[in-house]
T-cell receptor, first 112, second 114 residues
């Protein structure tokens, strides 16, 4: 079984809709991250969390919100989706002792 | 400003030859560097890392070299295999600051021809 899972894997939605992407991990890591990837660009950090009570903004947090419901779960919400949020979204985890991160398989989101 | 740059969007090499992927960084606070490999429809997978106290780290066919004075790192794959065809991202962090944040380059698409 995969250590980091993301649901859904693909999603098509319309402008203005609220959408939630979910991430679960079985690695026992404290730290979790959400990234987006656009064509020709690297991964950009949206939000990150070091434990259940900790939420931090990344480089591109505008238009997004997150919830850390448990150590193993970290969800990303788009309150009112817009077309330029069409991208690949990745969740990642890391242990507190290292910056090496382990990624989920990604969610391809299309906003029409 | 782009703190981590991969200036070659793509690279094509023949099977069995060496692949060299390059990465430059600007932030002198970075002290930990990583390479990830990404296949289509999959998430990035961790490949190899290097701490700034070293200038070389080797793992099988993969070797990462770090030149701190030039703020440059490279990934060598020897010998290259068709299964190595993927997008490679370099990433950097200031691990000593314990922020946990990685800064990624834009990626280089490697094609290994049989």
């Amino acid at each position: 079984d995969a250590d980091v899972t993301q649901t859904p894997r693909n999603r098509i939605t319309k402008t203005g809709k609220r959408i939630m992407l979910e991430c679960s991990q079985t690695k026992g890591h404290d730290r979790m991250y959400w990234y987006r990837q656009d064509p020709g660009l690297g991964l950009q950090l949206i939000y990150y969390s070091f434990d259940v009570k900790d939420i931090n903004k990344g480089e591109i947090s505008d238009g997004y919100s997150v919830s850390r419901q448990a150590q193993a779960k970290f969800s990303l919400s788009l309150e009112s989706a817009i077309p330029n949020q069409t991208a690949l979204y990745f969740c990642a985890t890391s242990d507190f002792s290292t910056d090496t991160q382990y990624f989920g398989p990604g969610t391809r989101l299309t906003v029409l | 400003d782009q703190q981590v740059k991969q200036n070659s969007p793509s690279l094509s090499v023949q099977e069995g030859r060496i692949s060299i992927l390059n990465c430059d960084y600007t932030n002198s606070m970075f002290d930990y560097f990583l390479w990830y490999k990404k296949y289509p429809a999959e998430g990035p997978t961790f490949l190899i890392s290097i701490s700034s106290i070293k200038d070389k780290n080797e793992d099988g066919r993969f070797t990462v070299f770090l030149n701190k004075s030039a703020k440059h790192l490279s990934l060598h794959i020897v010998p290259s295999q068709p299964g190595d065809s993927a997008v490679y991202f370099c990433a950097a962090s200031a691990e000593g600051s314990n922020t946990g944040k990685l800064i990624f380059g834009q990626g280089t698409t490697l094609q290994v021809k049989p």
